[in-house]
């Protein structure tokens, strides 16, 4: 029977790849961070996508002050707002966490080797996610090559999956639609992505103005619209 | 001012390293993980040396539970125990916690990263350490890149240094002899590296086997053996 492991974090892109890797393996397990975020509604919506997408597997991992830095995201910086995707600030976003995606990785390939699992499934995407580093493909491959190296002694071992990779958002939300079929609504309506933490997004944040923008190009109504007010 | 960062567990290794740095850098500072593990004497090593180096900025590092796995050093499983280097287990050693370097990889160069540090030292030793796949040399080049392309996008960036890397136990006892001059002794004997927790060591564990075959190669008395019982 093939397994597989999702970092689920409850966001569109995680959604689609936890998906998808319902698709390809025979069992999916997936884990969620908590490391101090200031939407705790990600981590609901991180269960709500697990449950119904029928994760039987999912540990939700607690790792409080652990990366320090000073994204908006784990401290009291202020958030950036703004009017629309020509406004977006070019350069490394300053929501980046240094070492965060470093550390998921690295924490889901000891529940990986924990369980039994060598096939790591994220959704980071290097197209169009605000200049993160550790978001590219260049990024994954080495450190791919770092975790064998330092859990198996060799190159192979685990193999990290970013179906996402190259996707414009547009494309993805596409595939989203092609994967979920007529579950899309249903299982997008309990995502999560805004990083102010507002339920069916505040629409001026990064997360918010980039999600809008892949929902108006791929042309389909993103179902969280919804709740905005 | 040239600064580095040390990852000092309080082990003779990390010691080694901490003097050699010190050394080589106008200004040294220091991290400690307290990861769970058995012996909470290794954390009160770690602050003498440190202390008595002359580190100013020294952090200790709280991450409970964030690994799972069945080594001894972080769960019930019973230590081993072995009468001479000869009969040491061969392969990986039991003690062997998945990910654990590639955590404490990552949290000192998030720490570099936020105190503007790109020199970070640590005393892996791919010589005669159990097997620990994520203590070799080609691992920590695959770190060093999965740590620049993750933090700044490009290959450069962090230096990892492994002064040890190469060297046999008795090797870097005395290289430590040379590095202190005539502080080792005090040093060393604040130094500890039991995993089984003992003040001046059990003589049993693998940790104590090595660090003793290491000190009676080199022909120099180990200030700990004074400890022993």
Redesign the interface.
């Known amino acids: 029977m093939s397994k597989a492991l999702v970092i689920l974090s409850g966001g569109q892109d995680s959604t689609t790849c936890a998906a998808i890797a319902c698709q390809q393996f025979d069992e999916v397990c997936a884990i969620t961070f908590d490391y101090g975020q200031r939407h705790s509604i990600e981590i609901e919506s991180a269960k709500d996508v697990g449950f119904r997408l029928g994760i039987k597997q999912h540990e939700f991992?607690d790792?409080p002050h652990?990366?320090?830095?000073s994204s908006p995201l784990i401290s009291s910086t202020r958030l950036g707002q703004y009017d629309s995707a020509e406004k977006l600030p070019t350069g490394?976003e300053p929501t980046f966490v240094?070492?965060r995606?470093?550390?998921f990785l690295?924490?889901a390939?000891?529940?990986a080797?924990?369980w039994g699992v060598t096939d790591i499934f994220t959704g980071l995407s290097g197209e169009d996610f605000g200049g993160y580093?550790?978001c590219?493909d260049?990024?994954v491959e080495?450190?791919q090559?770092?975790?064998n190296?330092?859990?198996?002694?060799t190159p192979n071992g685990f193999t990290i999956h970013t179906p996402l990779m190259y996707l414009t958002k547009a494309s993805s939300v596409k595939l989203a639609v092609d994967v979920l079929g007529d579950r899309f609504n249903e299982i997008f309506s309990l995502t999560h992505t805004c990083y102010a933490g507002v339920k069916g997004g505040c629409g001026k944040c990064h997360a918010c103005i980039l999600r809008d923008r892949g929902f108006t190009e791929a042309g389909i109504k993103d179902p969280i619209w919804s709740f905005r007010v």
Do not use: E, H, T, W
């Open positions: 991992i790792i652990i990366l320090v830095g490394v240094y070492g995606n470093l550390l690295i924490l390939a000891n529940r080797a924990a580093p550790d590219r260049v990024f080495a450190m090559l770092a975790l190296q330092g859990f198996y002694g």
